[in-house]
């Protein structure tokens, strides 16, 4: 699903004022009825995750983790069953997974001998049940599952959802014959920083030459995209020569604009492959 930039704002702004709930994506789903559940999530995703660095700083100053913590122990002591971690996470506007991190923190430095590694606290979130205490183990489950942009359930699901077009494109390719080096097959000749596929003999798509292409299961926004130029695009098209980049969930037109430098985007696997074939002397 290709936006205009126009469209992407109009969507973007109905999101300004809304929770990062379920509820909240059903009813941007009844907005756009046009656009793909898949593209919403996705940019009803990217759009919290810049509204939460923006905030960052502030939930995490001491004056604001020993409130939460008073509020939390507060809360518990009156109703420990009851969602005071969630509850307080929105209303604060901070993603619960989050808000659950802080907490879990300030709890083990009170608990601990010895102020917690972040793999401990990695490990107790990604497993509540290693926390040792049953209040706050169940406060964080609540957080964790109740989170659809942040925490370890997510990352979970985004992880196999990159995984899953990885291998949708890999089938893709091997259905049109094109020979390729995968990611794996490329750090093992040495490369550090490589696409998802090489082509080993290039292809042209709308009239550009492509030798690489690389996958994202995700919509492309300004943000994210200029992100991605500079840390991985560029980077390829210096040591590999032009290549494609599919937006599985969309992306901006106007973003498109750097074909004639060698960076194309599509928003699917394109149907108009031309193999170059080498001539026979």
Same mark, same amino acid.
Request: charged fraction near 20%; charge should be negative; hydrophobic fraction near 35%.
């Given at each position: 699903?290709?936006?205009?930039?126009?469209?992407?704002?109009?969507?973007?702004?109905?999101?300004?004022?809304?929770?990062?709930?379920?509820?909240?994506?059903?009813?941007?789903?009844?907005?756009?009825?046009?656009?793909?559940?898949?593209?919403?999530?996705?940019?009803?995703?990217?759009?919290?995750?810049?509204?939460?660095?923006?905030?960052?700083?502030?939930?995490?100053?001491?004056?604001?983790?020993?409130?939460?913590?008073?509020?939390?122990?507060?809360?518990?002591?009156?109703?420990?069953?009851?969602?005071?971690?969630?509850?307080?996470?929105? #209303?604060?506007?901070?993603?619960?997974?989050?808000?659950?991190?802080?907490?879990?923190?300030?709890?083990?430095?009170?608990?601990?001998?010895?102020?917690?590694?972040?793999?401990?606290?990695?490990?107790?979130?990604?497993?509540?049940?290693?926390?040792?205490?049953?209040?706050?183990?169940?406060?964080?489950?609540?957080?964790?599952?109740?989170?659809?942009?942040?925490?370890?359930?997510?990352?979970?699901?985004?992880?196999?959802?990159?995984?899953?077009?990885?291998?949708?494109?890999?089938?893709?390719?091997?259905?049109?014959?094109?020979?390729?080096?995968?990611?794996?097959?490329?750090?093992?000749?040495?490369?550090?920083?490589?696409?998802?596929?090489?082509?080993?003999?290039?292809?042209?798509?709308?009239?550009?030459?492509?030798?690489?292409?690389?996958?994202?299961?995700?919509?492309?926004?300004?943000?994210?995209?200029?992100?991605?130029?500079?840390?991985?695009?560029?980077?390829?098209?210096?040591?590999?020569?032009?290549?494609?980049?599919?937006?599985?969930?969309?992306?901006?037109? #106007?973003?498109?604009?750097?074909?004639?430098?060698?960076?194309?985007?599509?928003?699917?696997?394109?149907?108009?492959?031309?193999?170059?074939?080498?001539?026979?002397?």
């Amino acid at each position: 699903m290709i936006l205009t930039k126009a469209q992407y704002d109009e969507i973007a702004q109905c999101l300004v004022s809304v929770p990062p709930t379920r509820q909240s994506l059903r009813k941007l789903k009844q907005m756009f009825p046009s656009q793909s559940q898949a593209t919403l999530l996705s940019i009803f995703s990217q759009e919290y995750q810049k509204h939460i660095k923006r905030t960052h700083a502030k939930h995490h100053t001491s004056e604001a983790i020993e409130t939460y913590y008073q509020r939390y122990l507060n809360g518990v002591g009156r109703n420990g069953t009851a969602p005071v971690l969630l509850e307080l996470a929105n #209303e604060v506007d901070y993603a619960p997974s989050l808000m659950a991190r802080i907490i879990l923190e300030r709890f083990l430095q009170e608990h601990e001998e010895m102020p917690p590694s972040k793999s401990v606290i990695n490990s107790m979130l990604r497993d509540p049940s290693q926390i040792p205490d049953g209040v706050l183990a169940n406060q964080v489950y609540q957080c964790i599952v109740n989170d659809c942009c942040y925490g370890p359930l997510v990352d979970c699901i985004k992880h196999a959802i990159g995984h899953e077009h990885e291998v949708l494109l890999r089938d893709l390719l091997l259905e049109k014959n094109l020979s390729f080096l995968d990611e794996d097959q490329l750090r093992a000749k040495g490369y550090d920083k490589t696409p998802d596929f090489i082509l080993q003999v290039p292809v042209a798509v709308e009239g550009h030459i492509i030798h690489w292409i690389e996958s994202k299961a995700s919509f492309g926004d300004e943000c994210s995209h200029h992100a991605y130029l500079h840390d991985q695009f560029w980077s390829y098209w210096n040591r590999f020569g032009p290549g494609l980049v599919i937006y599985w969930y969309g992306f901006i037109q #106007e973003l498109d604009c750097n074909r004639e430098r060698g960076i194309l985007l599509k928003a699917c696997f394109p149907t108009d492959i031309v193999t170059l074939c080498h001539s026979i002397a």
